[in-house]
């Protein structure tokens, strides 16, 4: 059966690359909001999801982690302070990765987590930091080579084994899909293009690439789920107030027509974790 993933990368407004130069106030929060909203929906839709969790959130949302792990979805780690990977020293980024291992375990008794790098930055030296610390699968890779944050992750001696998974004796990487539209390859997963991609396109290439491919993997931000208003920082760029606010409103009915969309199609809808276990019997 094709398989489906859902997950959320579970971030504040501030934890965005182009808020970070102008942050004076931590104060106003979208997070929990945005999160609930995606928890309503899928429990509407009766799916488990995977979340991805900044790991400096974690002892302050630690009622809310519980709720979704009290849910039977899967809890995996997005950096700890969500700074890029590709920003840090390969011995920052090890004692980041480092840190979040230590507080998933202690705080939520999660080992073995999975990892999603902030904007996708990663390449393939980090990418074995990671599989060294026993992280068990990553899901950073993402072919849009226009994108100007994005890194490169290569893993050539990995063996693909179902439409964007490629795994190894001990690790599996999950590679974001996109479909091939105008010589580019377009992003038919994450929130952003979901709200700013006119809807009939979004759905042509989605339908397109579902065809074709027998996995699927859709991740999404809370504040792309939720109204709420933020005043945000004085000195944002015009650009990046608009980058902020383009579609919102329209995120969550969009997500949930995606999921039926999904449904549709005769995809099943499981964990990146639970994924994982199947990949590595297979082995
Ligand atoms: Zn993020």
Redesign the pocket.
């Known amino acids: 059966m094709k398989k489906a993933v859902i997950s959320i990368?579970v971030?504040d407004w501030y934890?965005?690359?182009y808020f970070k130069d102008n942050l004076n106030d931590k104060s106003q929060s979208i997070l929990e909001d945005g999160t609930n909203e995606f928890i309503n929906i899928i429990t509407e839709e009766n799916i488990k999801a995977t979340f991805?969790i900044?790991g400096e959130l974690i002892s302050s949302k630690l009622k809310l982690l519980k709720k979704i792990i009290n849910q039977d979805h899967e809890i995996s780690g997005?950096?700890f302070n969500?700074v890029r990977p590709l920003t840090q020293s390969l011995e920052e980024f090890k004692l980041d990765s480092t840190k979040l291992l230590v507080e998933l375990k202690e705080k939520l008794n999660i080992i073995n987590p999975g990892y999603?790098?902030?904007?996708f930055s990663l390449d393939d030296e980090r990418l074995k930091i990671l599989k060294e610390l026993n992280y068990s699968y990553d899901s950073s890779k993402i072919s849009a080579g226009f994108h100007p944050l994005y890194g490169s992750i290569n893993i050539k001696q990995y063996k693909k084994v179902f439409d964007n998974v490629y795994t190894d004796k001990t690790f599996t990487e999950f590679e974001l899909p996109t479909q091939r539209f105008l010589n580019k390859n377009i992003p038919i997963s994450g929130g952003g293009y979901l709200r700013i991609l006119p809807w009939f396109l979004f759905k042509y290439l989605l339908k397109k690439y579902l065809k074709e491919n027998d996995t699927y993997f859709f991740f999404i931000?809370p504040f792309e789920l939720t109204n709420k208003n933020i005043s945000l920082p004085k000195d944002s760029s015009i650009t990046s107030r608009l980058r902020f606010r383009i579609g919102r409103s329209k995120g969550a009915s969009r997500f949930s027509k995606l999921i039926k969309i999904l449904k549709k199609e005769g995809f099943e809808f499981v964990t990146f974790s639970d994924f994982n276990k199947e990949i590595n019997n297979l082995k």
């Open positions: 990368d971030e934890h965005l690359e991805f900044v997005h950096s969500h999603r790098a902030p904007c931000h």
